[in-house]
C-alpha cells in the first residue's frame, strides 16, 4: 500500500494540502475504509484502477489532482445496503471533511465533492472534462475482456450476498438497462473509441444471463 499512499501525498499536495498537515494519517484512514471485509469489488483494487486510468489520461483532465482526490473518495464509504445515492452523499461529505482539514483550499474541496457525487449516476455535463474522466475511470471495468468482467459481476454478486436471488438479479437487470440507457457510456474520445462496444457487450451479455435464469434450485 506504500504506493498507493504516495500516490495520496502527492496529489493532496498538488491540491493545496498544507505542508506539515497530517496527509499519510488521512490516506491510512481512508485505505483502510477501501479494505473493508464486506467489499470484494470495491476495494484498493478498484481504487488502484480507477486512478491508473486518472494517470494514463491526466492530460485530459484541467485538474488532474482533484480528479485523484475524487476517485480516492468516491467509494470510500461503500455499504451495500444503503439506499440510492446515499453511499455517494457519504463519501462526498467525507471527503469534505478530510481535506478541509488537511487545509486544502474550499473551491477545490467543493469541485472534490462535485465530482465524486457524480459518481452516482455517471451523468456528466458536455465539456466538463474532470467529470468525464472520473466517470470514464469509474466504468472502466464495464469494457474489461469478457473473464475480467465475469469476475467484476460475481464480485458485485458477493457483496450483495445479503440480497435473496430473485431480488437480486431484478435489482441488478434494472441497473444494467440503466446503464445501457445512457447516451454514452463514455465520453472523452481516446477512451469512448476504444470501451464503448465491449463495454455494450458486456452489460447485454450480463443482462441476458440475469433475464433467461429461471428460479434458483431448491
Given at each position: 500500500?506504500?504506493?498507493?499512499?504516495?500516490?495520496?501525498?502527492?496529489?493532496?499536495?498538488?491540491?493545496?494540502?498544507?505542508?506539515?498537515?497530517?496527509?499519510?494519517?488521512?490516506?491510512?484512514?481512508?485505505?483502510?475504509?477501501?479494505?473493508?471485509?464486506?467489499?470484494?469489488?470495491?476495494?484498493?483494487?478498484?481504487?488502484?484502477?480507477?486512478?491508473?486510468?486518472?494517470?494514463?489520461?491526466?492530460?485530459?483532465?484541467?485538474?488532474?489532482?482533484?480528479?485523484?482526490?475524487?476517485?480516492?473518495?468516491?467509494?470510500?464509504?461503500?455499504?451495500?445496503?444503503?439506499?440510492?445515492?446515499?453511499?455517494?452523499r457519504d463519501s462526498a461529505t467525507l471527503a469534505e471533511t478530510v481535506l478541509t482539514e488537511l487545509g486544502v483550499p474550499a473551491?477545490?474541496?467543493?469541485?472534490?465533492?462535485?465530482?465524486?457525487?457524480?459518481?452516482?449516476?455517471?451523468?456528466?455535463?458536455?465539456?466538463?472534462?474532470?467529470?468525464?474522466?472520473?466517470?470514464?475511470?469509474?466504468?472502466?471495468?464495464?469494457?474489461?475482456?469478457?473473464?475480467?468482467?465475469?469476475?467484476?459481476?460475481?464480485?458485485?454478486?458477493?457483496?450483495?450476498?445479503?440480497?435473496?436471488?430473485?431480488?437480486?438479479?431484478?435489482?441488478?437487470?434494472?441497473?444494467?438497462?440503466?446503464?445501457?440507457?445512457l447516451p454514452a457510456l463514455f465520453r472523452l474520445p481516446p477512451l469512448a473509441g476504444r470501451w464503448e462496444q465491449p463495454a455494450?457487450?458486456?452489460?447485454?451479455?450480463?443482462?441476458?444471463?440475469?433475464?433467461?435464469?429461471?428460479?434458483?434450485?431448491?
Amino acid at each position: 500500500m506504500a504506493d498507493l499512499l504516495d500516490r495520496w501525498r502527492a496529489a493532496a499536495r498538488g491540491a493545496g494540502a498544507k505542508p506539515g498537515a497530517d496527509t499519510t494519517r488521512a490516506g491510512e484512514q481512508l485505505l483502510a475504509r477501501w479494505r473493508e471485509p464486506h467489499r470484494h469489488y470495491h476495494t484498493a483494487v478498484h481504487l488502484t484502477a480507477v486512478l491508473d486510468v486518472v494517470d494514463r489520461h491526466a492530460g485530459l483532465a484541467d485538474r488532474a489532482d482533484l480528479v485523484r482526490l475524487a476517485a480516492w473518495c468516491h467509494d470510500v464509504v461503500y455499504d451495500p445496503r444503503a439506499a440510492g445515492d446515499a453511499n455517494e452523499r457519504d463519501s462526498a461529505t467525507l471527503a469534505e471533511t478530510v481535506l478541509t482539514e488537511l487545509g486544502v483550499p474550499a473551491p477545490a474541496v467543493a469541485e472534490v465533492r462535485r465530482l465524486v457525487l457524480l459518481t452516482a449516476w455517471h451523468v456528466v455535463a458536455p465539456g466538463d472534462r474532470d467529470g468525464e474522466l472520473l466517470c470514464d475511470a469509474d466504468l472502466a471495468v464495464l469494457a474489461a475482456p469478457p473473464a475480467t468482467y465475469d469476475r467484476y459481476a460475481a464480485a458485485i454478486r458477493r457483496e450483495y450476498a445479503h440480497v435473496p436471488e430473485p431480488a437480486f438479479r431484478v435489482g441488478r437487470a434494472m441497473v444494467l438497462t440503466g446503464l445501457l440507457a445512457l447516451p454514452a457510456l463514455f465520453r472523452l474520445p481516446p477512451l469512448a473509441g476504444r470501451w464503448e462496444q465491449p463495454a455494450r457487450n458486456n452489460l447485454r451479455r450480463e443482462l441476458a444471463t440475469l433475464t433467461a435464469a429461471g428460479p434458483p434450485a431448491d
